[in-house]
């Protein structure tokens, strides 16, 4: 393992299954990993015996920091992210403060299952035509450019995945939202939502907007919004992609 490389790994949803065996390889070969305390733990079999670097949630750029000092010192680091490292991850994150350094370090960036594959393996096969992912997080992202998005998304009809949807301090905005989907696509719309996607105690809802259970729904959870060719088949949520249309 070249010393000057700073892997950026994605270990998916959590379970172990779901761990992809180039992420198993890296995170097994490594000496130093870093990473949110919660995902840390969902990896625990591979961190045993390893030095660990864990910080709480909004210490993203620190974290980051730190384990690029760490890589520089001439040992091997991996920063976990749960799902894929670049998608609301910390792939990014570690090429941008690499920007201006004169002798960057090679981020190499391990892909994973992200949470919106396993949120629709759940469900059914939501995913099967054009799709968008939003966060609804205004943690980095204005809460207008939010709205212009949703606004965009729910008009094009595409199929929506909202990662991030609601915290405990943030209560308004998926509300707003859901009533935004419902205004271009009509309270029967199918939608569903997974909480704690591919690992234990995953919990899924599938019904219409209307019902769509705004109040339970939290940062552990991500909520799929169908389009026109979405239907509830046999209990599961599917997005006609015109196979079976009669021509
Ligand atoms: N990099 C991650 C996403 C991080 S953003 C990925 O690719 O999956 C964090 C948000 O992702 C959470 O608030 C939640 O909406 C969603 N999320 C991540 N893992 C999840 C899981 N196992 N089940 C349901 N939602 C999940």
């Known amino acids: 393992m070249e010393n000057k490389d700073i892997y950026a790994v994605g270990i998916g949803p959590g379970k172990a299954e779901l761990l992809t065996f180039e992420a198993r390889r890296v995170l097994e070969n490594v000496e130093v990993i870093v990473g949110y305390r919660p995902y840390l733990e969902l990896i625990a079999e591979l961190t045993r015996g390893k030095e660990m670097v864990s ?3 909004r210490g993203e750029v620190a974290r980051c920091r730190r384990a690029l000092e760490i890589a520089r010192s001439g040992r091997s680091v991996a920063v976990v992210s749960s799902g894929d490292a670049g998608i609301y991850g910390m792939a990014g994150l570690l090429l941008e403060l690499e920007e201006k350094s004169e002798e960057p370090l090679n981020v190499v960036v391990v892909p994973g299952i992200t949470a919106a594959s396993t949120a629709a393996a ?8 054009d799709f968008v992912v939003l966060s609804l997080s205004d943690q980095l992202t204005p809460v207008a450019d939010i709205r212009n998005r949703i ?14 949807p609601q915290s405990r301090t943030r209560r308004e905005l998926l509300r707003e939202v859901i009533d935004e989907f419902i205004r271009h696509r009509g309270p029967g719309m199918v939608a569903g939502t997974v909480r704690n996607a591919g690992r234990e105690g995953e919990q899924c809802w599938l019904g219409t907007l209307a019902e769509l259970p705004v109040d339970e729904v939290d940062m552990l959870t991500v909520v799929l919004v169908g389009n026109s060719k979405t239907a509830i088949v046999n209990r599961r949520m599917v997005t006609r992609r015109g196979y079976t249309v009669e021509k």
């Open 55 to 57: 910080t709480g949630m």
């Open 122 to 129: 759940a469900l059914g096969a939501p995913l099967m035509n």
């Open 151 to 164: 606004q965009a998304v729910a008009a094009a009809d595409l199929v929506c995945v909202l990662y991030n």
